[in-house]
């Protein structure tokens, strides 16, 4: 490869045609939604690649990995103290591990879409999260090897319905968090090499421009580090595994009264160095297929 690539974005270009590129930002600035240009990519953004010459505007930002390039969607329920503390819950020993669709992933952008069923009952819920993507394969690897595999880190939205969550779930938390499109992500992948350490970054959502939650992953009881070896113990994880890390305290559920999203609702969900997701909740008439 000539280039690293920093800031690994999808996007549709203004030629009509989706590409892999690096994103270009001002001077100073690092939400990667701020990007109007990037230079594109060629090649395997999990092995050999190249970071072009070729220079492209941005139309569109996409969910930042296409849906062929996703393995899996992992994702840790109470990792962040504060957070366990609201929901009046024990600080677990392990990690609290539950998977979501590949189908729930989507865009920075994209509207989060409330099909008939999770409109039922009440407890439509925000989660801002650190998101991890692994880089390389890997089984069995110790923490101080554990950052070598990842690819980057982005910010997103484990979107959640607590009714059919803890209620109506039967004990298990995905049929809760699975729906189509319920998994906002990006807006863009930033290289490890740019986030040296990933438990030092502020991460905060704000619904309707107001902020709800404000923490720093400093907070996670697992780091990422921690997360990624103890998941790789006997199990074997790929290139293009997903790991969204848990949320921090000030969820909707854990406040008093509670807070739950409505139809039009704005929910932007940040993370330090990485940018913004920025999506609308959008009640469905149907269930249309999330938008990848």
């Known amino acids: 490869m000539t280039l690293l690539c920093s800031r690994l974005i999808r996007f549709l270009a203004r030629d009509g045609r989706t590409y892999y590129g690096d994103a270009l930002l001002p001077q100073g600035v690092s939400d990667i939604r701020a990007a109007k240009q990037a230079r594109l990519i060629t090649g395997d953004i999990f092995g050999s690649y190249t970071v072009t010459d070729q220079v492209a505007d941005i139309r569109l930002l996409l969910s930042p990995l296409a849906p062929e390039h996703v393995r899996t969607v992992r994702c840790l329920g109470l990792n962040y103290e504060q957070h366990a503390r609201e929901a009046s819950m024990p600080i677990p020993t ?126 996670m009881i697992f780091s990422v580090k921690k997360t990624i070896a103890f998941l790789s113990q006997g199990t074997t994880l790929l290139p293009g595994d997903v790991i969204f890390t848990g949320t921090p305290q000030g969820v909707g559920m854990g406040r008093k009264p509670q807070l739950w999203l409505k139809n039009g609702d704005v929910v932007e969900v940040e993370l330090e160095k990485v940018g913004t997701c920025k999506n609308k909740v959008e009640f469905e008439a149907s269930g249309p297929a999330s938008k990848l």
């Open 94 to 219: 392990y990690p609290v591990l539950f998977y979501k669709p590949v189908t729930s992933l989507a865009g920075p952008t994209d509207p989060i879409p409330i099909s008939r069923l999770a409109q039922e009952g009440q407890g439509l819920d925000y989660e801002c999260e650190l998101v991890a993507v692994i880089g390389k394969r890997c089984r069995d690897v110790s923490e101080d090897q554990a950052l070598d595999y990842v690819l980057g880190y982005a910010v997103g939205n484990d979107v959640s319905h607590r009714d059919w969550q803890i209620k109506c779930g039967g004990g298990q938390w995905s049929l809760g968090k699975g729906f189509d499109g319920w998994a906002p992500f990006g807006p863009g992948i930033v290289s490890k090499d740019l986030i040296k350490d990933p438990q030092t970054l502020k991460i905060s959502t704000r619904l309707n421009g107001k902020t709800v939650q404000e923490s720093s992953t400093a907070d």
